[in-house]
Nanobody, 124 residues
Framework: QVQLVESGGGLVQAGGSLRLSCAGS????????MGWFRQAPGKEREFVAA?????????DYTESVKGRFTISRDNAKNTLYLQMNSLKPEDTAVYYC????????????????WGQGIQVTVSS
């Protein structure tokens, strides 16, 4: 049974930082593209960042987080990370990690497995 469990969310002031983690089990973690998505109240789930399982861990980001967020993975620990710096109130959302059995992908429909989500709240 595949499980993805997020941790590290919480409340932070604008300009602050948080580091999300996602621990995977029940899958060959190193052979999955991994991604972070988020959903704010009343909005669609949106892509945030993704990292491939090859090409040296090639990364993709949505435009609004480029230069502020960094996605990384530690395949030895089956763990995905999202370092979030210079947080803004508009980053407030439930953040989800997800796994896709493809080398590199950013569309939600390609992801087979999802975590339960974790709340990130940025106060102004």
């Amino acid at each position: 049974q595949v499980q993805l469990v997020e941790s590290g969310g919480g409340l932070v002031q604008a300009g602050g930082s948080l580091r999300l983690s996602c621990a995977g089990s029940g899958l060959t973690f190193s052979r999955y593209a991994m991604g972070w998505f988020r959903q704010a109240p009343g909005k669609e789930r949106e892509f945030v960042a993704a990292i491939s399982w090859f090409l040296g861990g090639a990364t993709d980001y949505t435009e609004s987080v480029k230069g502020r967020f960094t996605i990384s993975r530690d395949n030895a620990k089956n763990t995905l990370y999202l370092q979030m710096n210079s947080l803004k109130p508009e980053d407030t959302a439930v953040y989800y990690c997800a796994a896709a059995p493809q080398p590199r992908v950013t569309v939600p429909s390609a992801y087979d497995y999802w975590g339960q989500g974790i709340q990130v709240t940025v106060s102004s």
